[in-house]
């Protein structure tokens, strides 16, 4: 088998050429120029060059209409990060790789192979290479073809993978991707020779699965294949019972009558299409040698066939291209009469031949490719063997820096040590300086370190032998090296151990400071950023007033620090615009208080679609648990969870504090059923986070915001308790405002007030609050001292609506002017479904309607408990259309109590709960709720009011405010 990987160097060879990284890649030309990349080199090669390329990552490139020969280094692994594209090329020209493994970039177009050949009349060949197609996650995406060949007609491959790309859509669409095709040939006429080829397998998609690739497609096509293998993808099952799976690939399908394929010793490829299928008995035989040498040089070629084949060997310094079905195979030399041909001996009974195989003379030039072809006589008749080509170096042509006649690529291949792979000798990089030997080893430093001879923690490029110790923690050990053990930890990444460094320290950001600054007072940084990357835990960046804008300013990572970044005025000061380009801060790595983030206007936050980071605009706090205090959240969007905030605290242990917060018109789109957004201001978790902690929302308000389920707040994992927050004028399809559900998952409300939601569709439910259920586990909601008015569904419940399986409570609160448009419960609706009951505890409220303002859907699986203290009776407002006279803008409406409301001093004190978000701030949790809505004494006694309450005066008022007297 033809291999570029089958090299027949000594032993030291392959020592030598192993680098610690990529060098680049040299034009055989004798100049010696060195080039990064390969785009570069290709580009700056004239008409007919070769080069030769050191091992690493290079970038996709394109060949148009030039001769080109591009080699792998012996022994190099190369790897094209993006596609190889050849087109255009003249009967004249030819095209050569050698030993590449080109993996087209995900971040590139749809449906891109590894390599695209397109319009060429000119021989294109690949050896010993690995091209492999994109791999796409977009829904009913198409993974790209390993190599993908279009109107050419002479396009040659040997030992070569072709692996289509798979489609990464697992479930996340509604139909699967196919997978990629092995070779897509397309009016072209190829030929393979020891190839193997693998399609890719379909995609799973919510309703349809994905179709598996085929391993080779023609369409108006001529396929010739000797000992390759040809591996169908398979069709991927839908991720829904009832859904429809994927068809199949085959091992080579030929889309049309004008297509034919003939095959070699390919097994029993799976076969589809009208064209022609030749199928050639026999074993194919298989050739291989090296693929660089010196010109003259004796080299080894191995024959595999069968015994007492004769076997020759064709040569050329030009490639052919000719069908010929009677020897079974492709000639890819100029026609027999044309090229020498050298006899190499019988196939031994081992059925392997070893033979000596002479390198051309070059004939006065830097370098050659010689074609060569094997051909055996059998007992019965003439057969073609594998192709292949070698590239011939000249002796004395290039650089000769050790001065020995021959040139440095020659040595290099002949044994001479470049460790570093940049076309210079070891010894020359040494003796001129180009290299630091600091250890005086011979021997690079980059080259000690890079094969592990010497240490270099501090990655300074200087061997660790040759450095002053640098020990601040006066432990025996180089700084550097403790960071990069892991015995000291390197938070701010200035190679000083946390340990050295000082506690308490302030940083300053300005964004009107210039560039520089080191983040003192005095000159502070200009991005927060900066300021990030250098604290540590416990220390604290001030933010100077001013609009912070640009990537230094977005996507900050605290990166496992407790760092406190606030602005140094306030929010309405101090504003970080996204720009629709990104979120503000991304905490993921288990921070907790006193991490925080305070005082800023964050506007124009934007989270995409990204699986796994479509949440959180304006900031996404997912296994973190920060404190997030008085900032002011505009305009903020996200693809699916938090439109401005996300919050998933890592286990049920953790608490997220977010306080006197305002959320202004943030939102997440109304998607799917299947996909829909959640949380439109807030999300807290999602329906596939698990160990969600506490979370407290304290003082914020919600004005305007929308979603598919919660237009304000979704809370669907853990604890979510939301106390002294306004809702006003926000919508969505379930919860207006609020929707709470979930597995195992409990809400508590006090001293809330919901005014002007809605619930915007006629299966939309609840206008102001809806209580979901999620596959049977119950989610309790307590509903306390809170007031909803003027919320109205298209659907069922006005103010609210419990689906839920659990055991509810509203106490204290006054639900009035609330409307569903289709009569099914103003105020209040139930459902029950699987036959789980869902209970609603009503005590000491007044509900427009009364029992008459409860809609349930059935009196059997749904409980109304109506107890004592309930009222049905105006609540007498303040002023509910505002000074403005208009009840539609509910910013300014005031749902105070009048002196001469029934509402007062009519609730149940023990229906206050407990403090849990600590609004008085004195670390009591467990004492009542002291302040209303208004941060007034909660517990007030009006003495010409009569007290139709319950419990030891003063009595509370109804409501979220307590009147004052």
């Known amino acids: ?90 009967a004249s020209r030819r095209v050569v790789l050698d030993g590449l493994v080109a993996h087209a970039n995900p971040a590139g177009p749809n449906f891109e192979p590894g390599l695209r050949v397109l319009d060429c009349v000119g021989d294109v060949r690949a050896q010993g290479c690995d091209f492999v197609g994109v791999l796409t996650d977009g829904c009913d995406g198409l993974g790209g073809a390993g190599a993908q060949v279009t109107n050419s007609s002479r ?43 693998v399609a890719a397998h379909g995609s799973s998609g919510q309703w349809y699965g994905g179709s598996g690739g085929s391993g080779a497609v023609c369409v108006d096509s001529e396929l010739f294949a000797s000992g390759s293998s040809f591996t169908p993808g398979v069709g991927a099952m839908p991720c829904s019972a009832g859904g429809n799976p994927g068809f199949d690939g085959v091992g080579v399908a030929l889309a049309d009558t004008e297509s034919s394929a003939r095959l070699l010793d390919c097994g029993a490829p799976s076969t589809s299409g009208q064209g022609t299928f030749v199928a050639h008995a026999g074993s194919a035989r298989r050739f291989s040698a090296i693929s660089v040498g010196v010109e003259s040089a004796i080299t080894s070629l191995t024959v595999v066939g069968e015994p007492g084949d004769r076997v020759f060997v064709a040569s050329s310094f030009a490639p052919g291209f000719l069908a010929f079905p009677s020897l079974a195979g492709t000639w890819l030399v100029p026609f027999p009469a044309l090229v020498a041909k050298q006899e190499l001996g019988v196939v031994p009974p081992s059925g392997t031949l070893t033979a000596s195989l002479r390198m051309p003379d070059v004939l006065g030039v830097a370098s050659r490719v010689v074609y060569r072809q094997g051909l055996v006589l059998t007992s019965t008749g003439a057969r073609l063997g594998s192709p292949l080509h070698q590239l011939a170096l000249d002796r004395e042509s290039g650089p000769d820096c050790d001065v020995n006649g021959s040139c440095d690529l020659v040595d290099q291949l002949e044994g001479a040590p470049d ?34 001879t010497s240490t270099d923690c501090d990655s300074n490029g200087v061997p660790d032998e040759c450095q002053t110790l640098v020990d601040c923690n006066a432990n025996g050990v180089l700084d550097a090296c403790d960071i990069q053990s892991g015995t000291s930890s390197d938070a701010n990444h200035n190679g000083v151990p946390d340990e050295c460094e000082p506690t308490g320290v302030t940083w300053w950001v300005d964004a009107s400071a210039p560039p520089g600054g080191n983040g003192s007072a005095a000159q502070p940084f200009q991005t927060i950023g900066e300021a990030i990357a250098g604290a540590l835990s416990g220390h604290t960046i001030v933010v100077k007033d001013g609009v912070y804008t640009g990537a230094g300013n977005r996507e900050l990572d605290f990166t496992g620090r407790n760092l406190i970044v606030q602005s140094e005025h306030g929010a309405a000061s101090c504003i970080i615009d996204c720009q629709g380009l990104g979120r503000a801060f991304y905490l993921h790595t288990n921070e907790a208080a006193p991490a925080r983030i305070q005082g800023f206007t964050i506007r124009n936050g934007v989270a995409n679609g990204v699986s796994g980071l479509e949440r959180g605009g304006a900031i996404l706090a997912w296994y973190a648990s920060p404190e997030i205090v008085g900032c002011v959240f505009e305009s903020c969007t996200a693809a699916r969870f938090g439109g401005a905030l996300f919050v998933a605290p890592k286990n049920v242990s953790t608490h997220v504090w977010i306080r006197d917060c305002a959320f202004v018109d943030d939102a997440t789109p109304p998607g799917s059923t299947l996909y829909p957004g959640y949380g439109g201001g807030l999300a807290i978790g999602d329906p596939f986070t698990t160990a969600v902690g506490t979370v407290h929302v304290v003082r914020c308000t919600f004005d305007g915001c929308s979603s598919s389920h919660g237009g304000a707040i979704a809370s669907v994992r853990g604890t979510t308790i939301t106390s002294h927050c306004a809702f006003r004028a926000n919508s969505a399809r379930i919860g207006g405002a609020m929707y709470l559900g979930g597995s195992w998952s409990s809400s508590r409300i006090e001293d809330c007030l919901f005014a002007g939601n809605h619930a915007t569709t006629s299966l939309g439910r609840g206008g102001a609050l809806a209580s979901d259920v999620d596959n049977g586990f119950p989610c309790p909601v307590e509903v306390r001292s809170s007031t909803f008015a003027a919320n109205t569904s298209e659907g069922a419940g006005g103010a609210m609506w419990f689906e839920n399986h659990s ?106 709960g407990p403090d849990a978000n600590d609004i008085d701030g004195d670390g009591n949790l467990l004492e009542s709720t002291p302040f209303d809505l208004n941060s007034k004494p909660r517990f007030t006694d009006l003495p010409l009011v009569p007290d139709t309450g319950l419990g030891t005066p003063p009595l509370v008022d109804l409501g979220c405010y307590e009147r004052q007297g």
Request: aromatic letters at 8%.
């Open 807 to 912: 055991n509810n409570v509203l106490a204290d609160s006054v639900l009035w002017g609330d409307s569903s448009l289709l009569g099914q419960g103003n105020e209040l609706a139930l459902f029950a479904d699987y036959l789980l009951p869902t209970v609603l505890t009503v005590s000491y409220c007044d509900v427009a309607g009364n029992q008459a303002g409860v809609w349930r859907n059935s009196t059997t699986f749904t409980t109304l408990n109506w107890n004592a203290g309930n009222l049905a009776v105006d609540p007498r407002f303040v002023d509910a259309d505002g000074p403005d006279d208009d009840p539609l803008t509910f910013g300014d409406n005031v749902y105070r109590l009048q002196s001469s409301s029934p509402c007062l001093d009519a609730g149940d004190n023990a229906g206050v």
């Open 155 to 197: 396009v040659a491959f040997v030992d070569c993978k072709l692996t289509g790309g798979f489609a990464l859509n697992l479930c996340a669409c509604i139909g699967g991707g196919n997978g990629g095709y092995g070779l897509w040939a397309e009016q072209s006429t190829v030929a393979l020779y020891d190839c193997t080829l």
């Open 1 to 90: 088998m033809v291999t570029a990987r089958a090299w027949v160097w000594s032993a030291v060879l392959c020592t030598a050429i192993v680098a610690p990284s990529a060098a680049g890649v040299v034009i055989v030309d004798g100049s010696g120029t060195v080039y990064s990349d390969l785009p570069a080199a290709v580009g700056a090669a004239p008409d007919g060059a070769t080069l030769l390329v050191g091992p690493g990552s290079y970038s996709g490139f394109t060949i148009a209409d030039k001769s080109l020969a591009i080699f792998a280094l012996p022994g190099a692994t190369v790897v094209v990060d993006g596609s190889i594209r050849v087109s255009s090329l003249a």
């Open 419 to 452: 460790c570093n792979v940049n076309f210079v000798l070891d010894t020359c990089d040494v003796g001129f300086g180009t290299s630091p030997d600091c250890n005086a080893n011979s021997v690079p430093d980059e080259c000690d370190i890079g094969t592990g």
